[in-house]
């Protein structure tokens, strides 16, 4: 689970340095090993000349310039590789040794074949960008980060069922409300993932109008259609800015529906949480997205969502002491 946290992390560093299509070419196996002459380095340099990000944007670059953004996409690819190995080997020992089995097995198994589906999604993604754009498709690009955010929500997830005892029978309201806190959370994560793919951070930098504005003048293009929502930056930036809002009233109300139960703790750890994430991002958007900042504000989107679900996860525990060791079904 920290694994592929870590994974969202450096994918994000990987977009805002511009690094996502220094590497063309989709190699599973053989793509573990990097440039190791200075003849393997000018190949990769030539392969990267040959797309339009390099002639439009970076044209003049040289090998060492490429070498910094090469190693940005290398290590990405390089940690889900390792994420891989690091999950299947040890499932399939402890699957042998009949010490995991059953329902959990089959929980496990799927996980990870949702994350080699996140593979090709994320080479699906690159592919958009090495055509007829400089950079990828925003849409691929939040599918791929919504996948990764996904894995890490069930991991998550699994990792509290394995850890506390169920209450038996039904669940409670309050239960499904903090699913649909988690929702919203998982929904702003997607809106930021259009805000990253369209660089629309760097603009607008000034908080809490827009240009003197609440709602900008440029949210709809030339000729309105639905899809300036996701494609004009200026509508980007104001769905994540309204999703903030959205997220805070969740959080503010989901802590007074959850006072004086045993899930208070919970529930107000999320406010917090909430709380330091939209001034974080506010801190983003003023500083116009330097690389600390804009790597801080997507962990701690992370840390919101795990703690909403960590929240929502409280309501169905019967005790909040450890579960017995024996979880093999």
Request: charged fraction near 15%.
């Amino acid at each position: 689970c920290a694994l592929v946290a870590l994974m969202v992390v450096v994918g994000g560093a990987t977009r805002l340095t511009d690094s996502g299509l220094s590497i063309t070419e989709w190699r599973p196996v053989t793509g573990a090993i990097p440039p190791l002459s200075a003849e393997d380095w000018a190949s990769e340099f030539a392969k990267y000349q040959q797309i339009p990000e390099y002639s439009i944007v970076n044209q003049g670059m040289t090998v060492d310039e490429f070498k910094e953004i090469y190693w940005w996409e290398w290590g990405h690819r390089f940690l889900g590789r390792l994420i891989g190995f690091a999950f299947l080997f040890p499932l399939i020992f402890f699957v042998a040794t009949r010490k995991v089995g059953g329902r959990l097995a089959i929980r496990l198994f799927g996980l990870f074949i949702l994350g080699g589906m996140q593979g090709a999604l994320g080479w699906y993604m690159v592919k958009s960008g090495l055509a007829d754009r400089i950079d990828v498709s925003q849409y691929r690009l939040a599918a791929h980060l919504g996948l990764a955010v996904l894995l890490f929500a069930l991991m998550f997830w699994l990792a509290l069922d394995l850890r506390f005892e169920k209450r038996e029978g039904t669940r409670p309201r309050l239960f499904w409300a903090g699913i649909a806190l988690a929702g919203g959370v998982y929904a702003q994560m997607l809106l930021g993932a259009f805000v990253a793919g369209l660089r629309a951070g760097r603009i607008y930098n000034t908080w809490p109008l827009m240009e003197g504005k609440f709602f900008p003048e440029a949210y709809f293009g030339d000729k309105p259609r639905i899809l300036d929502m996701f494609e004009q930056l200026a509508a980007v930036q104001f769905n994540h800015r309204i999703g903030a809002y959205f997220v805070a009233a969740g959080a503010l109300w989901f802590y007074l529906i959850a006072r004086k139960t045993v899930s208070e703790g919970a529930a107000r750890l999320v406010l917090i949480a909430v709380a330091l994430q939209i001034c974080l991002g506010i801190w983003t958007l003023l500083a116009v997205t330097p690389l600390p900042l804009g790597l801080a504000h997507q962990a701690g989107a992370l840390l919101v969502l795990a703690a909403s679900l960590n929240a929502a996860h409280s309501f169905t525990r019967s005790t909040l002491m450890i579960r017995p060791s024996s979880v093999g079904s």
